[in-house]
């Protein structure tokens, strides 16, 4: 099974996406570290342990990390999340699950040591976590096999979830993407461009009737579904952007991809946090990251439902 550790700033989505990686069967979560970005850092750690005891499991343990971005003051999504993050969906559970005493920094320098060219790092929040563990050990982007990341826009520029140009994880923390994207790590973006086509319906929902995630899945993205209606048009649909993110880890043929040159803009106050992709090459740099072509949304979403289903 392959090694990854899954980088959260659990809203709903997060949820879905610990969900999908927990129960496929084919990756050994070694731990799953936290970041301030959707909602306070408190709240993610909360969630992240609720939706773990949710899933039943009892081993993975969850690791705090940055509180706030490493520049910019914190802003968070409860308008697309709700007050806590879960949509109130699991408000009443009290939770005992583990928690790992390492920062998350130091957690994700100490797998990659203990494990050099084999871990997956999955990043579905703002990159703070990492950018601080590269600055404090340099050495990290030689010992992780790939970094797989929900976040950016590229070639659907003004179509942005956050400013026209923007999207919300690297919004969050440009400086800390830019740090990550600079760093020489082997990098895949799903971006907003590919997320954007893979919708779970109120009728694709009722598909797990029966299961045990059919209410949690059901009343948390109840305020999603919502958002997503207001701002995009979509009827009672919501878009799995982090579900994809480890879907790519499962299966990378759900996205077709190629390298080019990405640099992540801090200055502007028009398009802060703007993913920018020489596809022309017109700064004569070498690729940085494999960015998000096309994806086989269909197929995707029905692989979600199912393995969920199959829990």
């Known amino acids: 099974m392959q090694k990854v550790i899954l980088d959260v700033d659990t809203g709903i989505d997060d949820a879905m996406a610990i969900l999908l990686a927990a129960e496929s069967g084919q990756l050994d979560i070694l731990g799953i570290t936290t970041v301030n970005g959707n909602v306070p850092l408190e709240y993610v750690v909360t969630n992240t342990k609720k939706v773990l005891q949710l899933q039943g499991n009892k081993h993975i343990k969850v690791y705090r990390g940055a509180n706030q971005p490493l520049i910019k003051p914190a802003r968070h999504e409860f308008a697309v999340h709700g007050n806590d993050g879960l949509g109130g969906a699991l408000a009443d559970m009290e939770t005992n699950q583990p928690e790992g005493e390492?920062?998350?920094?130091?957690?994700?320098?100490?797998?990659?040591?203990?494990?050099?060219?084999?871990?997956?790092?999955?990043?579905?929040?703002?990159?703070?976590?990492?950018?601080?563990?590269?600055?404090?050990?340099?050495?990290?982007?030689?010992?992780?096999?790939?970094?797989?990341?929900?976040?950016?826009?590229?070639?659907?520029?003004?179509?942005?979830?956050?400013?026209?140009?923007?999207?919300?994880?690297?919004?969050?923390?440009?400086?800390?993407?830019?740090?990550?994207?600079?760093?020489?790590?082997?990098?895949?973006?799903?971006?907003?461009?590919?997320?954007?086509?893979?919708?779970?319906?109120?009728?694709?929902?009722?598909?797990?009737?029966?299961?045990?995630?059919?209410?949690?899945?059901?009343?948390?993205?109840?305020?999603?579904?919502?958002?997503?209606?207001?701002?995009?048009?979509?009827?009672?649909?919501?878009?799995?952007?982090?579900?994809?993110?480890?879907?790519?880890?499962?299966?990378?043929?759900?996205?077709?991809?190629?390298?080019?040159?990405?640099?992540?803009?801090?200055?502007?106050?028009?398009?802060?946090?703007?993913?920018?992709?020489?596809?022309?090459?017109?700064?004569?740099?070498e690729p940085n990251v494999e960015i998000c072509l096309d994806v086989d949304a269909e197929r995707f979403v029905a692989f979600f439902i199912d393995t969920l289903q199959k829990a």
């Open 102 to 285: 390492a920062f998350a920094p130091d957690f994700i320098i100490e797998q990659a040591k203990r494990y050099p060219g084999e871990i997956t790092l999955i990043l579905v929040g703002p990159q703070t976590n990492l950018a601080l563990a590269l600055r404090k050990e340099p050495q990290l982007a030689q010992w992780i096999k790939q970094v797989v990341i929900m976040g950016g826009l590229v070639s659907e520029s003004g179509k942005g979830n956050t400013l026209p140009t923007s999207e919300f994880n690297i919004f969050a923390d440009a400086e800390a993407a830019r740090i990550v994207f600079h760093s020489g790590l082997p990098i895949k973006l799903i971006s907003l461009d590919v997320t954007m086509k893979t919708y779970l319906t109120k009728d694709l929902i009722e598909k797990l009737h029966g299961t045990k995630y059919y209410d949690f899945i059901m009343q948390s993205t109840s305020v999603y579904r919502k958002d997503s209606l207001q701002n995009y048009g979509n009827d009672d649909a919501c878009a799995l952007h982090d579900p994809l993110t480890v879907g790519v880890v499962l299966d990378p043929t759900f996205v077709k991809t190629a390298k080019y040159f990405v640099d992540v803009e801090t200055k502007s106050e028009l398009s802060y946090g703007q993913t920018i992709c020489d596809f022309r090459n017109n700064w004569k740099k």
